[in-house]
């Protein structure tokens, strides 16, 4: 943990996992669960996103006409996506005390375009340590689904968009990467999302008992 995150009065919590883990609807419900928890304020974003700048990078980002964009372009634009969510939202409201859920950070970005894209990993590390300014979440739920149950899902879905729209061989290789960034340190917690959207909320709100 960085000392940014150390002297910060908020506390920055992050939803993790693989398109299709449910982990939208999970930061949604416990978003609701902590306003009648907390004294403290609370907001809720997203990655790519969260600032009418960030937001315009995500309509790039997403567009599934984009089919040209290059893999290394993609990994600039979420680090420029990060900067501004961070400066302009994350950070000022952390620093006003805030509980922050952000559903997607930095870690996203490594198991996509590191370990699912085949990039430099340790390059994507570097370049979002600097986006980040450092900010590192003080709790990462890493809500996780096999590959074949995440390509299920999205199927069902109404529409796909850029990053959907991937083989199997990728979402294999993002499960391997969540699975290993999930080794790298104590506050990323592993949940079972192939359970009940009841069952998975209940698990996430254990977690943040004995944590928080």
């Known amino acids: 943990m960085t000392e940014n995150t150390k002297e910060q009065k908020g506390k920055f919590i992050v939803f993790e996992g693989p398109d299709g883990s449910g982990k939208t609807t999970q930061i949604k419900l416990i978003y609701e669960y902590l306003r009648h928890e907390l004294t403290e304020d609370i907001i809720m974003t997203k990655e790519p996103g969260g600032t009418e700048i960030s937001n315009k990078i995500r309509q790039i980002l997403l567009d599934p006409d984009n089919v040209l964009l290059e893999d290394l372009t993609e990994v600039f634009l979420y680090a420029a996506s990060r900067a501004q969510h961070v400066k302009e939202l994350i950070k000022p409201h952390l620093d006003q005390g805030f509980y ?113």
Do not use: W
Request: neutral net charge; aromatic residues 10%; contains cysteine.
């Open 100 to 212: 922050v859920l952000c559903d997607r950070f930095v870690d996203s970005t490594i198991a996509y375009q590191g370990y699912g894209r085949g990039l430099d990993v340790s390059l994507i590390k570097k370049l979002n340590t600097v986006a980040a300014q450092g900010l590192q979440p003080n709790l990462s739920f890493y809500i996780m689904v096999k590959p074949e149950i995440a390509m299920q899902r999205i199927a069902q879905s109404r529409s796909f968009d850029r990053l959907e729209q991937n083989e199997i061989s990728f979402y294999q290789n993002l499960y391997r990467g969540y699975l290993a960034l999930l080794e790298e340190d104590d506050s990323k917690h592993y949940i079972n999302g192939e359970q009940t959207v009841t069952e998975v909320n209940e698990d996430i709100k254990k977690v943040l008992q004995k944590k928080l």
